[in-house]
């Protein structure tokens, strides 16, 4: 399957103008990579896997000061819509796409995620721990990243070089994490769908949460497997994310009642 670059941020499937895009946003230390593999899985949706700058075929483009830096460079450089949209975030993504969720709506902007789905990662108004990982040096972050949620591969631990390949981008994301402070303001009117793995260090209480920041509908589904469940049930998860997708066709309503999706 060939993809095409549109512009740097983006690295997308073939052309859907007429169905759903979805944009998805990698995990700390990931990239674009992560979700190629999907534009086959889900036809049904315009595919754009966003390539944040420090990795992939951005590696040479500094990495973002903060969050803030990095959703204000996004939102000014990323055309989305007319259509409907839906942002998939895993993890760090989570939390990226739900800024620029904000930061769209708080810009007044013209469309906005017709669904958000938020991934692996507590709701951000949540307190949580202050940690330093970002100032630790290679090895003991490579190793504190992968004792806390895995997903970094065995070779990439044995290997200095591959370290050296891995850990900018990682370290980057976890200052972006870690430097973050969540700045109360009027809740979301979208539908949130909130996914989670049964054996991840994410709390079901942490999932739950992010139904406070949104006044409409939200389905929380919890799935087999840890931090990285997309990686060890693909299948289950393809076929609930295709069916928020689809729904991304008909328009939701804002109204304050949620619901309990049904684990899979």
Same mark, same amino acid.
């Given at each position: ?6 512009? %740097?941020?983006? #690295? $997308? /499937?073939? &052309?859907? *103008?007429?169905? +759903? ?5 990698? =995990? ?39 969050l803030d830096t990095l959703v204000e ?5 990323v055309p989305l819509g007319p259509g ?30 017709? %669904?958000?789905? #938020? $991934? /692996?990662? &507590?709701? *951000?108004?949540? +307190? ?5 990982? =970002? ?86 589904? %919890? ?6 469940y997309l990686r060890e049930r693909p ?30």
């Amino acid at each position: 399957m060939q993809y095409t670059a549109s512009p %740097r941020w983006l #690295v $997308s /499937g073939a &052309p859907r *103008p007429s169905a +759903p895009q979805l944009y998805c946003f990698a =995990h700390g230390g990931g990239s674009a990579a992560e979700y190629l593999r999907w534009a086959r899985t889900i036809p049904g949706a315009g595919l754009h896997c966003v390539q944040l700058p420090g990795r992939g075929s951005r590696a040479a483009e500094e990495l973002p000061a903060s969050l803030d830096t990095l959703v204000e460079a996004f939102v000014a450089q990323v055309p989305l819509g007319p259509g409907p949209f839906v942002f998939l975030g895993h993890s760090l993504g989570a939390l990226v796409a739900y800024e620029v969720t904000r930061r769209l709506r708080d810009l007044g902007a013209p469309a906005l995620p017709a %669904r958000l789905v #938020v $991934s /692996g990662f &507590p709701a *951000p108004h949540m +307190p949580r721990p202050h940690t330093e990982l =970002h100032t630790l040096p290679d090895a003991e972050l490579l190793d504190a990243v992968s004792r806390r949620h895995g997903g970094i591969p065995q070779e990439v631990l044995d290997s200095p070089e591959l370290q050296a390949l891995t850990v900018p981008a990682l370290r980057g994301d976890y200052r972006l994490l870690e430097t973050y402070v969540w700045r109360e303001s009027a809740p979301l009117e979208l539908p949130v769908t909130v996914f989670g793995g049964r054996e991840d260090r994410v709390t079901p209480e942490q999932l739950e949460a992010w139904r406070e920041l949104t006044t409409g509908e939200v389905t929380v589904r %919890r799935f087999p497997g840890g931090h990285f469940y997309l990686r060890e049930r693909p299948a289950e998860v393809l076929r609930a994310l295709a069916a928020e997708v689809r729904a991304a066709r008909v328009p939701a309503g804002t109204g304050g009642a949620a619901t309990e999706g049904a684990s899979c």
